[in-house]
């Protein structure tokens, strides 16, 4: 006959296993972020962006902080980020329970920028990934818009308004599917078309995992009036790439790659500025 103590210890053992299976299948579970917008970045620049004629501006997929020699370190991340006015991240971390701040608040900490995490999705109770962006220039306003997934993870978009030379730059922020083809090609119509929709001067920003090669992109580079500011400066030095800053209405004023192992991928950035008006007499 079991006494108590022994039907105690019987069950504490399925119990446990039972509750740790309901506890990882639902904390693993991948659920997307809904849509957001604001009017504003969190923090302070600690330097202004006022009376720049110029903008340099970067897109960088961070892998999370973690090198090529598979060290994570944000600090690493954050100094090849610090020549930039307007940067935007791909693969970046949320705050973990036991983590005041996420990689996102980090880097702007470190950097002196204003920041925005736009988480893509939540996990494990808390949003784990998503895209950024940090700015010396606070925005006029930000709105996050979900992407067609047909993957286990998902994708978003900010849409943004970013104040230069006494007007603003509409600026679009992506990081698209890497493994769903079909899904990778809808998000990049969407953002296509969002991006040729918008007033100019315009920015298209991210990881956009597709090469200029490949049809849904190289329409979108053969259409009037958009300008690959490295593949302008570069010619056909360029090499294939997946990460790309695209602009309308504006000029080129130089543009390069960093690639210091701080990260998977290149950081490309791109120097610009309005375009002059023609007066016509």
Partial sequence: MDTPLRALRRWTAPALFLTGGLL????????????????????????????????????FNIHGGLGRDLRRDLARTADTLRSFDFVVL?????????????????????????????PTETRWWHHEFGNAVLSLADVAWWQRLPLPSASRGYRNLVFMSLPFAGGSINVIATHLDRNDAQAREEQLRAASELFLAL???????????????????????????????????????????????????????????????????????????????????
């Avoid at 997307?32 to 004629?53: H, I, L, M, N, Y």
């Avoid at 791909?90 to 736009?118: C, D, I, K, M, S």
């Avoid at 920015?203 to 992109?217: C, F, I």
Wanted: proline residues 5%.
């Fill in 90 to 118: 791909n693969e970046v971390h949320g705050p973990y329970f036991w983590q005041a701040a996420g990689q996102t608040e980090e880097l702007a900490a470190a950097t002196g920028r204003r920041w925005l995490f736009a």
């Fill in 199 to 281: 007033a100019e001067p315009a920015m298209l920003m991210g990881d956009l995992n597709t090469t200029g090669d490949e049809p849904p992109l190289a329409a979108l580079l053969a259409r009037d009036g958009v300008c690959d500011p490295l593949g302008e400066t570069w010619g056909e030095d360029t090499p294939r790439r997946i990460d790309w800053i695209l602009t309308r209405g504006l000029r080129t004023l130089d543009a390069g790659m960093i690639d210091n192992g701080a990260s998977d991928h290149p950081l490309v950035w791109a120097e610009v500025a309005l375009r002059e008006r023609r007066v016509i007499e």
């Fill in 24 to 59: 990882f299948y639902f904390g693993d579970r991948r659920q997307a972020v809904p849509a957001s917008a604001g009017d504003s970045f969190r923090g302070a620049a600690t330097a202004t962006a006022k009376g720049q004629t110029s903008l340099r501006v970067a897109t």
